[in-house]
């Protein structure tokens, strides 16, 4: 997608590779559902400090690792998600230098992440903001709503805390876990 595109109401079906690309930032994906997950459903790359791209009542299933990868600059509203049997709904790139991103999410539904709704790197000054109406499906607890790590320029980027702080910033009383 170009920036200031817009890719609506789609069903992307399994065996598609690489998902959508938001190649320099600024896009709009509203109501896009994939139904099985390659690589990434969606990779947000490019763009400036000042990009928004807009993901608004999509949902996606069964990703091994990622479903938004966030490459570039900027930040990323999610509002509306429903995401079932996967590693993360967003991940703020942890090998692509030092580059801070902040991602919004209100109204997101996580069935069984792996890991967790959103992985940031701390290091980079990176921001997660859960607003309203988060609900998980885990025994994780807060842990699995968010967790930062440490962004490298190439190495697998490592752990560094879980739940709220700083750079995931939630009331763990007002997430919904069942």
Known sequence: LEPGAKLKNV????????????????????????????????SIK??????????????????????????GYG??????????NFGKLYRSCGTC??????????HV???????????VNANNG???TFTDDIHVHTSKGANAVCQTTSSTN????????????KNCVFNKNKIEFY
């Open 75 to 84: 930040h990323v509203n999610i509002n509306g998600f429903y995401a079932e």
């Open 154 to 165: 190439g190495k697998e980027p490592k752990v560094t805390s879980k739940g709220p702080s």
């Open 11 to 42: 069903i992307i079906g399994p065996d598609q590779r690489e998902g959508v690309h938001c190649d320099d930032n600024d896009c709009t994906v509203e109501n896009v559902w994939w139904e099985d997950v390659c690589e990434d459903a969606l």
């Open 97 to 106: 230098g030092n580059i801070k991103r902040t991602v919004a999410l209100n």
């Open 109 to 119: 539904w996580g069935y069984n992440p792996k890991v967790s709704l959103v992985t």
């Open 126 to 128: 990176d921001v997660a």
């Open 46 to 71: 490019g763009g400036n400090k000042n990009s928004i791209t807009h993901v608004l009542a999509c949902g996606a299933k069964n990703a091994d690792d990622k479903i938004i990868q966030h490459n």
